[in-house]
Structures are given as structure tokens and as C-alpha cells.
């Protein structure tokens, strides 16, 4: 799955058996320049408890009799080592890949949310005076 800021979002069959996560990004349509966020590229995955511990990870929060534990990896892609470590992130099946949307993405949405409010004003405020001068 790929959702985000990414040119498709949704499921995809890779038809590959052995898929780096600089592989999946770009099959999932690349970063969108104008709306992804290169240092914010997450996989969401069911990590065993076994590998966590032997990352160095703090599990002790999880049940021991738990044996996945859902787990966020990050990359930087604005960071050049990002990419050295994307070309050795294996993918596997079940992971949810997610690029977040750039900071100004969110402030382009809000003013554009304003100019659609303010423009409704002024168009409401020509109606009720053309209104108010038809009835003179």
C-alpha cells in the first residue's frame, strides 16, 4: 500500500519478489514535488519482537507474549545517506508505505480555504447590493 504525497496512491503488486524501498517509492510515483515532504517517508510495518531487540529497540512497553509489534521506520531522502538506505530497506508484504505532505502544502490549503471564504463575502456583499438597488 502507498498513500500520501506519492503520483498513485493505493495498492500495488510490485510482480517482483525482492522489492528496496527506493524501488517501491518510485513505483508508487515518485515524491510529488510539489506536495511531498522528502525528509518524512515512512513504512508502517508488524515488526517481530525478535528483531526489534536485537535493533536495540524499547519493547518493554508490549506484552511479552506479543510476538509483532507495529513499528514506523523513517527516511530522510533529503539527507544523501536516506537513499544508500532505501536501496537496502527490503519491502515486504503488508507494509504501508506513506510520504507526508510539505509544511507549505498545509499553508497553501488553509489560504486557499480563506480566498474561498473571502470571495463568497464580497460576492455575497455585491448580491444584497444589487439586490437592495433593484428594489429602489
Same mark, same amino acid.
Given at each position: 500500500m502507498a498513500f500520501g504525497a506519492t503520483g498513485a496512491s493505493g495498492q500495488f503488486k510490485f510482480q517482483q519478489e525482492i522489492l528496496e524501498l527506493n524501488e517501491a517509492v *518510485?513505483?508508487? *510515483? *515518485?515524491?510529488l514535488d510539489n506536495r511531498a515532504d522528502p525528509g518524512e517517508v515512512f513504512v508502517y510495518r508488524l515488526e517481530s519482537r525478535d528483531a526489534l531487540a536485537k535493533m536495540g529497540a524499547d =519493547? +518493554?512497553? %508490549?506484552?511479552?507474549? !506479543?510476538?509483532? =509489534?507495529?513499528?514506523?521506520?523513517?527516511?530522510? %531522502? !533529503?539527507?544523501? +545517506? *536516506?537513499? %544508500?538506505?532505501?536501496?537496502? %530497506?527490503?519491502?515486504r508484504d503488508g507494509d504501508v508505505l506513506y510520504v507526508d505532505n510539505a509544511d507549505q502544502v498545509e499553508l497553501t490549503k488553509f489560504l486557499d480555504l480563506l480566498t474561498t471564504v473571502s470571495g463568497s463575502v464580497s460576492t455575497i456583499a455585491t448580491d444584497i447590493s444589487a439586490t437592495k438597488d433593484a428594489f429602489k
Open positions: *518510485g513505483k508508487a *510515483g *515518485g515524491l =519493547i +518493554s512497553n %508490549f506484552p511479552e507474549d !506479543r510476538k509483532l =509489534i507495529p513499528t514506523i521506520y523513517r527516511v530522510n %531522502f !533529503r539527507d544523501p +545517506s *536516506g537513499f %544508500f538506505a532505501a536501496q537496502r %530497506f527490503p519491502m
